[in-house]
């Protein structure tokens, strides 16, 4: 072989070692990218997996609180009808114990009072002048509660109003009943 030949091969063998290389070279270089194709992908499901676990939880917590706000809401509704209506019992109690001393009261005054005559004197009959309960403009109104005065007062006018107050005052005298009254007396003078 000559030396031509030989440097011919050695070309050749070169040549074929290069390209050998530069595919081998080409084969990493793919085999990089792809990997690094495939690990972006990974990240961004990772990353978009947690944002919507984020997200949900995040929905969770908002529904979670709202239910807790509603109940507290509630909670507190309860809390002051259950109030309101303790201090109506409490104020009905106080008003028929004293209803009831007050009766006692004008029993043992007109106990202590001397016998009538037979001819009444003047104060004894502007005295029995005073409406009864019929001539009231609530039917049985010695027998209501004050809730129930309260309730029924409504639509009545206010000169029917100062009458039962007027009777109320000289009878029962409860306070909350006498309160209410002069409410709705001053609201219908404001009109």
Same mark, same amino acid.
């Given at each position: 072989m000559t030396d031509q030949q030989s440097q011919q091969k050695i070309n050749e063998a070169a040549e074929q070692f290069t390209d050998t290389l530069v595919r081998s070279y080409k084969t990493v270089a793919d085999s990089g990218v792809s990997a690094q194709e495939r690990s972006t992908q990974l990240t961004e499901v990772f990353f978009n997996q947690a944002i919507n676990n984020l997200h949900a939880q995040a929905e969770q917590n908002r %529904? $979670? #609180?709202?239910?807790?706000?509603?109940?507290? %809401?509630?909670? @507190? *509704? @309860?809390? %002051? #009808?259950?109030? &309101?209506?303790?201090? *109506?019992?409490?104020?009905?109690?106080?008003? !028929?114990?004293? !209803? =009831? =001393? %007050?009766?006692?009261?004008?029993? @043992?005054?007109?106990? $202590?009072k001397p016998a009538p005559s037979s001819f009444p004197s003047t104060a004894e009959s502007? $005295? #029995? !002048?005073?409406? !009864?309960?019929? /001539?009231l403009p609530l039917e049985n109104y010695n027998s209501l509660s004050a809730n129930e005065v309260a309730d029924r007062i409504e639509p009545l006018s206010p000169e029917e109003i100062k009458r039962l &107050?007027?009777?109320? $005052? /000289? +009878?029962? +005298?409860?306070r909350s009943v006498l309160e209410r009254m002069d409410a709705r007396i001053y609201a219908a003078s404001e009109a």
């Open positions: %529904q $979670a #609180t709202e239910q807790l706000a509603d109940q507290q %809401q509630r909670q @507190a *509704e @309860a809390a %002051q #009808t259950l109030t &309101r209506e303790s201090v *109506e019992a409490y104020m009905d109690f106080m008003d !028929s114990m004293f !209803s =009831w =001393w %007050q009766g006692g009261v004008q029993t @043992a005054e007109r106990a $202590a502007t $005295a #029995t !002048s005073q409406p !009864s309960d019929a /001539k &107050r007027d009777y109320e $005052a /000289k +009878n029962k +005298n409860r």
